[in-house]
C-alpha cells in the first residue's frame, strides 16, 4: 500500500536506501549529493537500518569499498556527485569489468571549472562509455522508483552489471515534492536478497576479481559486457513492469509524451522534460502538433526505440545538458543521430545546448526551440547545433 509523503530528491533516495537496507554503504560527502549519506547515517543512529556505514577519505575509496565488499558478496551502494564522481572515474571501469553490480546514486552536477555547483549532466555523461548503466530521473518520484528497481537489474543473470540512478542536483535533489512511497515489507520483498552464483569468501568455488586482463582474453570479456549491456534493456524493462504491477507506476527505457501525432518533437533527459511537457501542453492548445521524447535509460542506449517514435515527424531537436566539444554537440545529439542513421530516418535534427552550469531553461526556451524546429520542417537549414540560453 502506497503512503503520501512530502520529500525532496535527496531525502526520498535515503528513503529508498532505507527500505533496501543494503548490506554496505560507503561515501564521502559533496554538494549536491551529501545529504544521501546523511540521511542513511541518520537512520543508521536511529537504529532503522542494518547496513554496515563505511565512512572513508575520498570519493575513489568509497567506490573502491562498494567494490571490495561487492567481490565479498555483499549488495553495496553509495552516492556522489561531479568531481567526486570524476575521482571515481578509473573505479568505475574496474567495477563494471569485474561485473560487480554496485548501485550508485548521482546527484548530477556540472563538473569544474571554473568551479560550478550547480547542474549540468557533464558529471554522469563523462563516464557514459565505463560500462555501467544509467537510468536518469525526471522527478524525485521516479528517483525513488529508480532506485528500488536498480538492484533488481543489476543482479539480474543477464546483466551482472552496476547502476547509476541519476537525479538533477538542486532542481530535483533539494526540491520538495509529494510522492507516493512503498511499504517496507513489499519493498523488501520486491527487492529480495543478494545472492551470488561468485564471490571471494566463498571456499567451495575459488575466483578472482580483477586479474591482469592480457591480449588473448580482453576483447572477449570486453564483448561480454557490450552483450549483457543490451540484455539489460529487456532485463529493464520486465522489472519496470513487475514494479508497475507493485505500484501503478510504468516506466520503459524511454517516454512518449503526446507523441502519437506529433509533428514537432523534442528530446531530453531528466528534471526539464516536466518543463518540456508543460511547454508541449501549451503549444497543443495552440493548435501545433509538438510532443515530447524523455530518454530514462541512456546506457543501454535505446537506438531503436528513439528512431521508432521519431519515424513521424517533420524536425526533431535533442537537448544536452553537456557539451562535447566535438564540433557536433553534446553525447546525447551524437547518439540520436547516429540512431537515425542506422534507421535510414530522413528526419531534420538539430542539437540544443543548454543549461550548462546550472542555467535555467524556461518554458519560453521550449517555445523558441519548437519555433526553430517548425521553420526547420518548412525546409529552413538544419545546423548541427545551437546554444539556447546563451546571454550574446
Same mark, same amino acid.
Given at each position: 500500500?502506497?503512503?503520501?509523503?512530502?520529500?525532496?530528491?535527496?531525502?526520498?533516495?535515503?528513503?529508498?536506501?532505507?527500505?533496501?537496507?543494503?548490506?554496505?554503504?560507503?561515501?564521502?560527502?559533496?554538494?549536491?549529493? +551529501?545529504?544521501?549519506?546523511?540521511?542513511?547515517?541518520?537512520?543508521?543512529?536511529?537504529?532503522?537500518?542494518?547496513?554496515?556505514?563505511? +565512512?572513508?577519505?575520498?570519493?575513489?575509496?568509497?567506490?573502491?569499498?562498494?567494490?571490495?565488499?561487492?567481490?565479498?558478496?555483499?549488495?553495496?551502494?553509495?552516492? +556522489?556527485?561531479?568531481?567526486?564522481?570524476?575521482?571515481?572515474?578509473?573505479?568505475?571501469?574496474?567495477?563494471?569489468?569485474?561485473? @560487480?553490480?554496485?548501485?550508485?546514486?548521482?546527484?548530477?552536477?556540472? @563538473?569544474?571549472?571554473?568551479?560550478?555547483?550547480?547542474?549540468?549532466?557533464?558529471?554522469?555523461?563523462?563516464?557514459?562509455?565505463?560500462?555501467?548503466?544509467?537510468?536518469?530521473?525526471?522527478?524525485?518520484?521516479?528517483?525513488?522508483?529508480?532506485? %528500488?528497481?536498480?538492484?533488481?537489474?543489476?543482479?539480474?543473470?543477464?546483466?551482472? %552489471?552496476?547502476?547509476?540512478?541519476?537525479?538533477?542536483?538542486?532542481?530535483?535533489?533539494?526540491?520538495?515534492?509529494?510522492?507516493?512511497?512503498?511499504?517496507?515489507?513489499?519493498?523488501?520483498?520486491?527487492?529480495?536478497?543478494?545472492?551470488?552464483?561468485?564471490?571471494?569468501?566463498?571456499?567451495?568455488?575459488?575466483?578472482?576479481?580483477?586479474?591482469?586482463?592480457?591480449?588473448?582474453?580482453?576483447?572477449?570479456?570486453?564483448?561480454?559486457? +557490450?552483450?549483457?549491456?543490451?540484455?539489460?534493456?529487456?532485463?529493464?524493462?520486465?522489472?519496470?513492469?513487475?514494479?508497475?504491477?507493485?505500484?501503478?507506476?510504468?516506466?520503459?527505457?524511454?517516454?512518449?509524451?503526446?507523441?502519437?501525432?506529433?509533428?514537432?518533437?523534442?528530446?531530453?533527459?531528466?528534471?526539464?522534460?516536466?518543463?518540456?511537457?508543460?511547454?508541449?501542453?501549451?503549444?497543443?492548445?495552440?493548435?501545433?502538433?509538438?510532443?515530447?521524447?524523455?530518454?530514462?535509460?541512456?546506457?543501454?542506449?535505446?537506438?531503436?526505440?528513439?528512431?521508432?517514435?521519431?519515424?513521424?515527424?517533420?524536425?526533431?531537436?535533442?537537448?544536452?545538458?553537456?557539451?562535447?566539444?566535438?564540433?557536433?554537440?553534446?553525447?546525447?545529439?551524437?547518439?540520436?543521430?547516429?540512431?537515425?542513421?542506422?534507421?535510414?530516418?530522413?528526419?531534420?535534427?538539430?542539437?540544443?545546448?543548454?543549461? @550548462?552550469?546550472?542555467?535555467?531553461?524556461?518554458?519560453?526556451?521550449?517555445?523558441?526551440?519548437?519555433?526553430?524546429?517548425?521553420?526547420?520542417?518548412?525546409?529552413?537549414?538544419?545546423?548541427?547545433?545551437?546554444?539556447?540560453?546563451?546571454?550574446?
Amino acid at each position: 500500500m502506497s503512503k503520501r509523503d512530502r520529500l525532496s530528491g535527496n531525502e526520498a533516495v535515503a528513503a529508498a536506501i532505507r527500505q533496501i537496507d543494503p548490506d554496505v554503504i560507503a561515501a564521502f560527502p559533496i554538494t549536491p549529493s +551529501t545529504e544521501i549519506p546523511q540521511y542513511v547515517s541518520q537512520f543508521k543512529a536511529e537504529g532503522r537500518l542494518s547496513t554496515e556505514f563505511v +565512512t572513508v577519505e575520498s570519493e575513489h575509496s568509497a567506490i573502491s569499498a562498494c567494490a571490495g565488499a561487492q567481490a565479498a558478496g555483499v549488495r553495496a551502494m553509495t552516492a +556522489t556527485s561531479s568531481a567526486g564522481f570524476a575521482l571515481m572515474h578509473e573505479m568505475l571501469y574496474v567495477v563494471a569489468s569485474d561485473r @560487480l553490480p554496485v548501485v550508485m546514486a548521482v546527484v548530477n552536477r556540472a @563538473l569544474t571549472g571554473p568551479i560550478n555547483i550547480n547542474n549540468d549532466h557533464s558529471d554522469s555523461m563523462g563516464s557514459r562509455d565505463s560500462g555501467w548503466l544509467q537510468l536518469y530521473s525526471e522527478n524525485a518520484q521516479e528517483a525513488y522508483d529508480n532506485m %528500488l528497481m536498480a538492484h533488481r537489474i543489476a543482479e539480474s543473470p543477464e546483466v551482472m %552489471l552496476p547502476v547509476m540512478v541519476c537525479q538533477d542536483g538542486f532542481i530535483t535533489s533539494h526540491a520538495v515534492e509529494n510522492i507516493l512511497l512503498e511499504d517496507d515489507e513489499a519493498v523488501k520483498a520486491f527487492v529480495g536478497e543478494y545472492h551470488p552464483k561468485d564471490y571471494l569468501l566463498n571456499p567451495a568455488r575459488p575466483v578472482a576479481f580483477g586479474p591482469y586482463g592480457i591480449s588473448a582474453y580482453y576483447m572477449e570479456l570486453k564483448k561480454q559486457q +557490450t552483450e549483457a549491456m543490451e540484455r539489460s534493456a529487456a532485463v529493464i524493462r520486465e522489472v519496470s513492469r513487475q514494479y508497475g504491477h507493485m505500484t501503478g507506476r510504468y516506466y520503459d527505457l524511454i517516454e512518449e509524451y503526446r507523441m502519437e501525432d506529433a509533428q514537432l518533437a523534442v528530446i531530453c533527459i531528466g528534471s526539464s522534460a516536466g518543463t518540456g511537457k508543460a511547454a508541449v501542453d501549451e503549444l497543443r492548445g495552440q493548435g501545433i502538433q509538438a510532443g515530447l521524447l524523455k530518454i530514462r535509460a541512456f546506457r543501454p542506449f535505446p537506438g531503436r526505440e528513439i528512431a521508432a517514435a521519431l519515424a513521424r515527424v517533420k524536425a526533431v531537436g535533442i537537448m544536452d545538458k553537456a557539451d562535447g566539444f566535438s564540433g557536433s554537440g553534446g553525447p546525447l545529439g551524437a547518439e540520436v543521430r547516429a540512431a537515425l542513421y542506422q534507421a535510414k530516418a530522413s528526419v531534420p535534427a538539430v542539437n540544443f545546448i543548454y543549461g @550548462l552550469g546550472g542555467r535555467d531553461v524556461r518554458v519560453d526556451d521550449f517555445y523558441n526551440i519548437f519555433g526553430q524546429l517548425g521553420d526547420m520542417a518548412d525546409g529552413a537549414e538544419a545546423p548541427m547545433y545551437r546554444y539556447i540560453g546563451v546571454r550574446e
